[in-house]
């Protein structure tokens, strides 16, 4: 996923970055890690589709270590995401609003080359189960040798969100199932919205007929 240069596609919102990010690297010292301004950044990549109370765990915690964290999210349609970058870049700025130790943005081709752009010196990701292990390993293993001086920081899963996922939040809001408690109330809205659930009147099953 972001170690591969993606596919030609329409342009991201922020071309390069985001003009919040341009600031905060122009405060920033020019070599990363030594920031007196900033502080300490950690770069949170994913796709964010849609942001769900797991992710926003990982985020808060990392709050205790870092001084800012950069929510970025991928822009990546090879992924056939349900919401557009622009949806899901609204609803993680509307949960982290009057958070200013977040900043969200979001990034098109190599993970490497947008961190390059940030003071960020760490890049943080949220472990699960096992199952998140191999693929993670993987892909901090590419990262390191794309940039040798960029580690991956992992924050295991809080019990109670080990198995929350936006894979399993899409599929089970899909059939009509509630999401809420999992993901933020404009979330589920979102997801309400976007596969366009009727309101269900209970029906009992016979099991005579
Ligand atoms: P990706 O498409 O890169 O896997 P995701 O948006 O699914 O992006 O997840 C971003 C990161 O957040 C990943 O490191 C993932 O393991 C982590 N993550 C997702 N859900 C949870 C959760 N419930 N608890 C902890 N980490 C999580």
Redesign the pocket.
């Known amino acids: 996923?972001?170690p591969l240069r993606l596919k030609e596609g329409p342009e991201p919102i922020f071309p390069a970055c985001s003009g919040e990010i341009r600031r905060s690297v122009r405060m920033a010292k020019s070599k990363k890690g030594e920031d007196k301004d900033m502080g300490k950044v950690a770069i949170?990549?994913?796709?964010?589709?849609p942001?769900?109370?797991?992710?926003i765990?990982?985020v808060e915690r990392a709050l205790e270590i870092f001084d800012k964290v950069i929510v970025a999210i991928?822009v990546n349609e090879e992924?056939r995401p349900l919401f557009s970058v622009e949806e899901r870049l609204h609803m993680v700025k509307a949960f982290f609003k009057d958070t200013p130790k977040v900043i969200v943005d979001s990034f098109k081709g190599l993970l490497v080359d947008y961190v390059a752009k940030t003071n960020a010196i760490v890049i943080l990701?949220?472990?699960?189960a096992t199952s998140?292990f191999e693929?993670?390993f993987h892909m901090a293993s590419m990262n390191r040798s794309l940039d040798t001086h960029l580690d991956t920081l992992?924050?295991?899963?809080?019990k109670d969100?080990?198995?929350?996922?936006?894979?399993t939040i899409k599929e089970v809001a899909r059939l009509g199932g509630a999401v809420e408690g999992l993901v933020p109330d404009l979330v589920v809205r979102r997801l309400r919205e976007k596969f366009k659930l009727p309101v269900t009147k209970k029906k009992h099953i016979r099991w005579d007929d």
């Open positions: 996923m972001f949170y990549p994913g796709s964010f589709d942001i769900t109370y797991g992710h765990d990982v991928a992924k990701r949220g472990l699960r998140d693929y993670e992992f924050m295991m899963t809080s969100y080990f198995f929350v996922s936006s894979r």
